[in-house]
């Protein structure tokens, strides 16, 4: 079996450096007709006007606001207190 060396030169193309250039302003053009077009309307402008509303419970388990809550919470706390 025979071993071929094969240099780079065979493989190089002279209008590489040319076409790489071609590409990376292109892109960059891109990028700059994109941010353009983001600076002149925002996305969602409802979202940047309010802040986001904290919660402040799960929605699962809603405040017991009934009649004898607070009886309820705190003969929950007791027991949780016996247990130790």
Same mark, same amino acid.
């Given at each position: ?6 240099? $780079? %030169? /065979? ?9 790489? !250039?071609?590409?990376?302003? $292109? #892109?960059? !053009? ?5 941010? %353009? ?14 802040? +986001? ?10 405040? /017991?606001?009934?009649?004898? =809550? #607070? +009886?309820?919470?705190?003969? $929950? =706390? #007791?027991?949780?207190?016996? +247990?130790?």
């Amino acid at each position: 079996m025979k071993r071929v060396v094969v240099g $780079l %030169e /065979d493989f190089y193309d002279p209008n590489y450096k040319e076409e790489y !250039q071609n590409i990376v302003s $292109l #892109s960059q !053009q891109q990028q700059q007709q994109q941010e %353009e077009e983001e600076e002149e309307e925002p996305r969602s402008p409802t979202k940047q006007q309010y802040p +986001k509303k904290k919660r402040t419970r799960p929605s699962s388990r809603p405040a /017991d606001t009934r009649q004898g =809550a #607070s +009886k309820r919470r705190a003969a $929950l =706390a #007791s027991r949780r207190r016996k +247990k130790y």
